[in-house]
């Protein structure tokens, strides 16, 4: 079965700070990525995903994504955050087998100072 | 928000007694999913549907079950809630076919207390 790992549990940095949080999965077949945000109190939102093609993809509020196939990883980065980027992050994979179940990394939890 | 809406949002109950958790979505699509959420384990799949009548466990599916006798409504039925049941249940519906690509949208939460 698959797994996905998010191994930065949490993450606190000051406002205008780059990031980067790292998520790797194991499956060897074709996957789809996703990277979900969920703002304190409220339900998940998609950030980003990554089907096929440019290997890097941005999402929304200025976040990308970089999939690198030969580290099975899909890494969420953005430039400098800001104090509403707290929330916490999770990763998500599903393969491509047909059947339409996500598995979901055990998230990040991202604290921004002002 | 994909017309997903969770009912109760914030509920109470007492060790041993049944709970149902509903699910009603507005735009016929076919897969349905329940989550749990809980602090270090991130989401976990309880039960999934991929149409009426069609639902398959996921990977915490002991203490629960599923039904799903009309496309819109996904009901979560926990028979004799226990304290471990105490979390953040997330309904999800996935926009696909099989064949196509696309990603879940989240509903709301019920927030479960087993006490």
């Known amino acids: 079965a698959q797994s996905v790992s998010q191994h930065n549990h949490h993450v606190i940095l000051s406002e205008a700070a780059s990031l980067e949080l790292g998520c790797n999965y194991s499956?060897?077949?074709?996957?789809?990525l996703f990277w979900y945000v969920q703002y304190p109190g409220q339900h998940l939102q998609l950030l980003l995903k990554?089907?096929?093609?440019?290997?890097l993809v941005k999402g929304i509020k200025g976040f990308e994504a970089e999939f690198i196939k030969s580290k099975f990883s899909f890494n969420l980065r953005k430039p400098s955050v800001q104090w509403s980027d707290t929330a916490e992050y999770f990763c998500?994979?599903?393969?491509?087998?047909?059947?339409?179940?996500?598995?979901f990394g055990t998230g990040t939890r991202l604290l921004v100072s002002p | 928000d994909a017309g997903i809406t969770q009912s109760p949002r914030h509920k109470v109950t007492e060790t041993g007694t049944p709970v149902t958790l509903r699910c009603h979505q507005t735009e016929n699509h076919r897969y349905m999913y329940w989550y749990r959420q809980d602090p270090g384990h991130g989401l976990r799949l309880i039960h999934y549907?991929?149409?009426?009548?069609?639902?398959d466990k996921g990977e915490v599916s002991d203490g629960y079950s599923v039904s799903r006798s009309k496309t819109e409504d996904f009901l979560l039925t926990l028979e004799s809630a226990t304290s471990s049941q105490t979390s953040v249940y997330f309904c999800a519906i996935s926009v696909s076919e099989e064949g196509t690509n696309t990603e879940a949208f989240f509903g709301q939460g019920t927030r479960l207390t087993v006490v």
């Open positions: 499956y060897g077949g074709t996957v789809n």
């Open positions: 549907s991929y149409g009426v009548k069609d639902t």
């Open positions: 990554y089907f096929s093609g440019d290997p």
């Open positions: 998500a994979v599903r393969t491509g087998t047909g059947f339409q179940k996500l598995v």
